[in-house]
């Protein structure tokens, strides 16, 4: 029986999670709260180097990988593959201190409440943390672990420009985490990952933990629109070809798509630039992304295409050209049952409500599911706020979510093997 178990009893030290996660949240710390740690910055290289001295402080094996990827081993019993855990230390420009990192610093204490403890698993355990997973500098997101799992190509990565031109690659030498070890060839044994919710639903039903039963497809692309500059007051309306309308036309449209679809598809204009971006000239360029995401690949490709229809139609009608790139295109995650249930009865057991639920942002977590069981454990966002300095989880929800995230790798640890 489970109570039997010697660590059915055993919770992680809620204080010392709380503290590592205040002191990780001040590396590129925002007035106001927040953190700005864009992947491969210097503030990533800061933050990558003191979560690395953690690890190393526990006792973990740390090795890091041709993309960057940082994983920690903790030796079992047998030499399987590790059951594993993690998430990111990156942010986007406008973050909080909890997005990924909670999932990295729970893994952290889970290892040293079993150093406290004494315990020895069969199976090793892992605690990783991933490059690029908000995608906010180098497109697409998830790269670190898409990367390490298979599912993206590392040399095309490597070449990735970000944002300020720089790629992927030059970062990675600069701030010393080109490692050596081969990417593509990493097997855990199960993949489990704790994550703030960052969405309402959670708090609004007044429920402790969210056992997710997937990931939403994700398409991302976006548009360049090129028309013919002009004067703005001599310019008669019916000859002029604006790549401003345009683009505005395309944002109208997104929201408009989603809200005619329903079914849970959502739509976003993330981006939005214009040239010369002045204030009596008609714009001759403008570029803009579209964020598109749906639990349903058919109705996510029926969205992709209703879209380019539109923008078809617009570009003939306003005789201007539009181009598009694609810069991530994932298709809708389903986690394992077994692992979904076993999150759901773990909870339980711990006397904590528990809600089966997808998620609706990307996470590194779904990079791993083809691969090996998989699943994800949510917490409580306080006004379902997060990519945002206001972002905001409670202490004792972090840790409820730590509880059950040290009792579904344990679980998974101890099994005999197959």
């Known amino acids: 029986m489970q109570a039997e178990r010697p660590w059915a009893d055993l919770r992680i030290n809620s204080e010392r999670l709380n503290n590592r996660i205040h002191q990780l949240a001040r590396i590129g710390a925002l007035e106001g709260g927040g953190v700005c740690r864009l992947a491969l910055s210097d503030e990533d290289r800061k933050a990558r180097d003191l979560v690395c001295h953690w690890m190393k402080q526990l006792g973990l094996t740390v090795s890091i990988d041709r993309i960057g990827n940082v994983t920690g081993l903790r030796k079992g019993k047998t030499d399987s593959p590790p059951v594993m855990t993690g998430s990111h230390i990156d942010t986007v420009a406008t973050g909080g201190p909890y997005d990924g990192n909670l999932g990295v610093l729970a893994g952290l204490e889970v290892i040293e409440t079993l150093n406290e403890a004494g315990i020895e698993t069969i199976h090793p355990l892992a605690v990783g943390y991933f490059t690029n997973e908000e995608g906010a500098r180098f497109a697409p997101d998830m790269m670190g672990s898409g990367v390490h799992q298979g599912a993206l190509d590392l040399d095309q990565m490597l070449a ?198 997808p998620s609706g942002a990307g996470h590194d977590a779904q990079m791993f599911a083809p691969n090996c069981p998989t699943s994800m454990i949510f917490v409580p966002s306080q006004g379902g706020i997060s990519h945002n300095i206001h972002e905001f989880t409670a202490t004792h929800q972090i840790a409820a979510g730590a509880n059950v995230l040290l009792q579904t790798l344990l679980h998974c640890a101890t099994q005999e093997p197959d």
């Not at 994700?218 to 000859?239: D, V």
């Not at 803009?288 to 570009?315: P, S």
Request: charged share 25%; with cysteine; glycine share 10%.
């Open 160 to 357: 990735v420009r970000g944002i300020d031109g720089k790629t992927v690659g030059q970062e990675l030498e600069r701030i010393g985490y080109a490692g050596e070890q081969p990417v593509g060839q990493f097997y855990a044994r199960r993949y489990i990952e704790l994550h703030i919710e960052q969405g309402p639903v959670l708090e609004q039903r007044d429920i402790q933990i969210g056992a997710v039963t997937g990931v939403q497809g994700i398409s991302w692309t976006e548009y360049s629109i090129r028309g013919i500059s002009n004067h703005a007051g001599t310019t008669p309306m019916e000859l002029r070809h604006d790549a401003g309308y345009v683009a505005a036309q395309i944002v109208v449209e997104a929201r408009r798509l989603a809200r005619d679809m329903g079914q849970g598809q959502v739509a976003t204009v993330g981006q939005v630039e214009m040239i010369p971006n002045l204030v009596n000239v008609i714009a001759r360029e403008a570029r803009l992304t579209v964020d598109l995401r749906n639990m349903d690949e058919q109705r996510l490709q029926l969205a992709e295409k209703r879209l380019g229809r539109f923008i078809d139609e617009i570009a003939t009608a306003e005789q201007v050209e539009i181009s598009q790139r694609s810069l991530a295109r994932f298709q809708p995650v389903h986690f394992d049952p077994a692992m979904i249930e076993l999150v759901d009865s773990t909870a339980a057991r711990l006397g904590l409500s528990c809600l089966k639920m």
